[in-house]
């Protein structure tokens, strides 16, 4: 009978009353037993009775939930998927009870069985104090935690305590309603962690591309199992963080047994509890990648050490991006000038419908800061140019009947309407022709026409009854503005009445405006004195992989370099600009275990995508925010650009042209046609301007370059122990495995960002371009593209068409040139098309017969200053002033030179201009009081004038040129022999010289002397008598050559004395000789340029050959003791064409080179250079060589096998350079 409230109140006053207590008279009863003992047998019969009882789970939706008689709490199953279970076999064998033995010991081993946490709970002790967490401890455990797609399956946090909210529960299959299950009022069971590779809790859905959930019974097969130290923290940090979050009754927690039917039914362990065992006061050693998924580096892993010097000291800003490269437009009011004006620089262009749309910068006067702009220009005019003709013809042929300009017009207005041309203006007015077609007058009278470029073009070869020929018909857009408005490249220009109504999200720019009449846009004259605004540069470099499925490449990893308010005049070097890194990449299949954290301690932002997808979207969402003005890479072009398009187009990534900054609708239909689509391609990225280091631009610049690999490149132009060293992709994800390697990769993805930077600063890339675009007056775009006849084609256009020429007409498609030889009067176009070989059209410079030698008295090389257009000047040779109507075909003739009394040509005078200003320039950068960026803008501003000037001449004899010409050109060549012949008679027989060699603008002269100061003073002495003859020719001392080994034409080796700072020091010089070209190995340039040194020693010639046969003798032995290293086996080949097309490609090591790259997924195209090296024993086969020819990635793999063959490179390589210097 239980004792009542008023009982105990009594007991406890007369204890008191006593001076006693409870304790006093307590008395421990015995405890019954809480379990009984029993044999295996009587276990046995337990069971059976409890199996013969029925099933007690209510409603389990006919799930066949089944109690196999035993107690769970104290061993934890395992189950299988396979048929056969522990309890199959057979329990009275001795192996069955010894695997039972030693189950039972690994058990308790690896997990210890429950029972600690009943014994360790039983007494009211004290809680433990939880250990000390630190900020690394979490950071490590966020980065466990958020590779769930990874190695560990991802799942939600199991709740200790679950919220009473109807959209939080979830009936699971396995467990009773939820109304009928009884509430638990004794204290929950302790969680038992879970053995192999079942969870605790339900994995949550794996998300996929398609957004489909994966089966919540479903686990990854190469996840960890849970057991693992790493499943393990994040179970633990699961725990921690439901904790923090939810606080919550006891009364909605809830069990769901694991149960088990059938051997072969798999059933999802689910874990709601939030009770953990208190942690040990010890603080927990939390497992690193290292040693939860431990992996041992290669033994050729990738040397970082160079790699992070660079970077390590880098600018790398870490702060949040201004204002000015956020998202969204900026106001109208803060870029209007205070005389209600817009003051605009435009960088690059595109053609829409008729309108030309520019792109460009402008001052944001709230601010001062510069921002993108769009300009969209409508109501440009076609002009037109029609001849008309002295009389009438009628179905073909020529009538009496005079024409006057009426008649014309007439005709005209008709062929108007038909063309369905509505508006047009027609005018009479004079203009001049200079050119190559016959029968158009050198003066006449036109009639103008000009309508709008959203009407179609006329036929090129349109004539009329009235009019012969109509000039003008294919003008582009942007050629029609520029030399209409006199725009010279990039340069400010002044809008007025800016209408910022009419364009509303046409492009990415942060302003856009349209200008309704061209007459509103006028550019800025030099008295303004303006510098060109400040530009934000983004370098690009990727990784791809190969889909060997669809046989496409596909990005990994994308890094991008953002360099913002870089001034073109700004000299401050490339490590120091402040910069900002943004890597994206996604997983090649997972994410190493502890690279999150290693992303996050890294100094740039690495952005961690699940797909290709989503890496281009980051990717081009970064663009966008940060709006770069040009974009730098290396075989941007041809690779990486190329790559980024044909990615985006095939996943159909939204806001795809964000790659420029234009907004489009959809895709032209020729992009990624082939080599046709190039320009298509660079015009998607208009109004951002493309840089790349690879294309012709680039390598007119990277002086000194044999291959233009990037590796060469950053030797040449960043210098000192700054080392890149290209390895092979397959090899980089290789390595990438584990958290370090994947980093390193990542690492390398960036530096190329930074060398790509660098160089393009140091080269003056940018600023050369603009310069060059600037004498041209053609697009900065296209200078970057590398067209430098384009460049010439418009200096000209400019000039032509401010004195009032009509200029010819652009040719364009193929076949242009052949056109354009036949329109000239050429007949044999079509043999030379048919013959595929270049024929010479006239003869070129005079080349004297070398007299072959060893020199060793003082050689002066007198060489003319800018020959051929100093020549154009001194003989005013030029389209206008040279009668050349009646000069057919016949190569030997050329046309006279004009009288003295003649006008100064356009040409002449062009040139004459462009020398003088650099003329000027260069007393400029003498100016004791310049500062370093005033040398450096004259420096490139002299360097850009002297390239224009010496180009001139080229566009006159190049075929393809818009202003061809033959007969000047011939005309050049001719008065160019003929000065070189004069000035060797005049050596020989005024002043006692010997001329031993001459080639077109230079001749070589022995002066027989073994005293500089005399030698020089008998070219002083030369130089004055050939520069009287002149009035603008003039020839210079080039070279002092002690000594001089003359081999053949346009091929000699010599000891060249230079003066530095008033003392003379000796260089080696060498020109044409084997060593200079890229097909010879580095191996073999040395050994020329070891026995050049023995030539041209001065040395007793006995001591030379001896030491000659020393040195191949020892180079020998080394090659055959393997004493040599790979890189210096490389041969250097440039192909023609595209590998495909090559028809004994058997043969041609170089070719076999670029079908294994090919064959590997990298982009191989003509004109790039393979390198190589020769391998194995060939035997002299040219065949077997080709096809052990690999690239030397593959040659310097550990365990390649791969080892040069020697006697290839002697018998190739070696002997025959040296059989012709000696």
Known sequence: MPVSRADRLKQLRDLRAAGKTGFDSYEVEEAQSIYETVDDEGYKKVVRSRLDQDDFVVDDNGEGYADDGREDWQDQRVEYEDSESEQDLPKQSKAAKRKREEDAQRQEKLNKGISKYFSANQGNTAPKPKPARTAED??????????????????????????????????????????????????????????????????????????????????????????????????????????????????????????????????????????RPAPKLSKPTYPTPDS???????????????????????????????????????????????????????????????????????????????????????SIMRKLYFLPREHRQRHGRETDEEINMQDVYQEVDRLMSKFKVGMHKIKPCSRKYAFELPDVPREADYLKLLYPY????????????????????????????????????????????????????????????????????????????????????????????????????????????????????????????????????????????????????????????????????????????????????????????????????????????????????????????????????????????????????????????????????????????????????????????????????????????????????????????????????????????????????????????RNKYICPDKVYGKGAANKKLEEAGGNDADEDADSGKKKDKYKGGLVFEPEKGLYDKFILVMDFNSLYPSIIQEYNICFTTVERGEIGDDDEKVPDVPGDTANKGILPRLIRGLVARRREVKKLMKSKGATEEQLQTWEVKQMALKLTANSMYGCLGYTKSRFYARPLAALTTSKGREILQSTKDLAESAHALRVIYGDTDSVMVNTNKDNLLEATKMGDEFKKAVNERYELLEIEIDNVFRRLLLHAKKKYAAINMVEVDGVWKEKMEVK???????????????????????????????????????????????????????????????????????????SMPAVQVALKLMARGKTVRAKDVMGFVICGNNNGSAEQAAKNAYPLDEVLKKDSGLVPDVDHYLHKQILPPVERLC
């Open 138 to 275: 979490d950071a490590f455990m966020t980065d466990l935690l958020g590779e769930v797609d990874t190695n560990i399956p991802s799942r939600p946090p199991s709740y200790g305590k679950a919220v009473r909210s109807n959209d939080r529960r979830k009936t699971r299959v396995l467990s009773p309603p939820l109304d009928d299950c009884p509430k638990k009022t004794a204290a929950p069971e302790p969680a038992q962690e879970p053995e192999n590779d079942m969870n605790s809790t339900p994995p949550a859905p794996i998300a996929n591309d398609d957004d489909y959930p994966a089966p919540q019974d479903d686990m990854m097969m190469s996840d960890p199992i849970p057991s693992s130290p790493a499943a393990k923290a994040v179970e633990r940090r699961e725990q921690a963080t439901t904790i923090k979050k939810e606080d919550v009754d006891d009364d909605d927690l809830m069990e769901v047994a694991e149960v088990q039917g059938h051997a072969n039914i798999r059933s999802a362990n689910v874990n709601l509890k939030g009770s």
């Open 292 to 378: 939860s998924s431990p992996t041992r580096p290669p033994d050729d892993a990738i040397d970082m050490t160079s790699i992070n010097n660079v970077t390590e000291k880098l600018n790398i800003l870490s702060s949040p991006p201004s204002e000015a490269t956020s998202f969204g437009k900026i106001a109208a009011r803060d870029a209007v000038e205070e005389d209600g004006t817009i003051r605009f620089f435009w960088t690059d262009y595109t053609e829409v419908n008729g309108s030309l749309c520019l792109f460009g910068k402008v001052k944001n006067r709230r601010d001062g800061s510069y921002v993108s702009c769009f300009v969209k220009v409508d």
């Open 454 to 801: 959203d009407k179609p073009s006329l036929p090129m070869d349109i004539e009329g009854e009235t009019f012969s020929k109509v000039f003008g018909t294919n003008t582009a857009l942007f050629e029609q503005f520029v030399l209409w408005k006199n725009i010279m490249g990039p340069c400010w220009l002044k809008i007025d009445n800016a209408n910022f109504q009419a364009v509303n999200n046409a492009s990415w720019c942060k302003l856009e405006l349209q200008v309704d009449k061209p007459n509103n846009i006028n550019p800025l004259g030099d008295a303004d004195n303006l510098d060109a605004p400040p530009l934000t540069l983004m370098s690009l470099a990727l990784r791809t992989t190969m889909n060997r499925k669809e046989n496409k490449n596909e990005i990994l990893v994308a890094s991008l370099r953002f360099y913002e308010n870089v001034s073109l005049t700004d000299t401050t070097p490339p490590e120091k600009l402040p910069c900002r890194t943004f890597t994206v990449m996604r997983p090649h299949g997972e994410y190493p275990v502890g690279f999150k954290l290693e992303a996050e301690k890294h100094k740039g932002q690495i952005k961690m995508e699940k797909s290709e997808n989503a890496l281009l979207s980051v990717l081009l969402a970064i663009i966008q925010r940060y709006d770069p003005d040009a974009i730098l890479g290396h075989k941007l072009d041809d690779v990486d650009y190329n790559v980024l398009l044909t990615r985006l187009r095939d996943r159909k990534t939204p806001g795809w042209h964000r790659i420029g900054r234009l907004k489009r609708g959809e895709w032209p239909k020729n992009v990624g046609k082939g080599g046709g689509s190039f320009f298509a391609e660079r015009h998607l990225a208009a109004g951002r301007l493309l840089c790349d280091l690879a294309n012709d631009m680039g390598k007119s610049i990277m002086t000194g370059c044999q291959s233009w690999t990037l590796d060469e490149m950053v030797k040449l132009s960043l210098g000192g122990n700054i080392v890149r060293r290209d390895i092979d992709n397959d090899k980089a994800l290789t390595m990438a495995q584990d958290r370090i390697g994947l980093m390193n990769y990542v690492k390398l993805c960036e530096a190329d960002t930074y060398f790509i930077a660098a160089i393009a600063l140091k080269r003056q890339l940018l600023p050369l371009s603009k310069v060059l675009t600037n004498l041209a007056g053609n697009s900065w775009a296209r200078t970057l593209s590398g067209t430098r006849a384009e460049r010439n084609e418009y200096i000209l256009l400019h000039e032509f068409y």
């Open 1072 to 1146: 044409g000789l084997d060593m200079k070209r890229r097909e010879y190995c580095q191996l073999s340039k040395d050994t020329s340029t070891e026995l050049l040194n023995y030539l041209l020693s001065g040395e007793d010639p006995e001591q030379v050959v001896s030491k000659i046969h020393d040195h191949l003798r020892g180079l020998g032995e080394k090659m055959r003791a393997n004493e040599v290293q790979p890189f210096k086996y490389t041969i250097y080949t440039q192909l023609g064409k595209d590998p495909k097309e090559y028809p004994n490609a058997n």
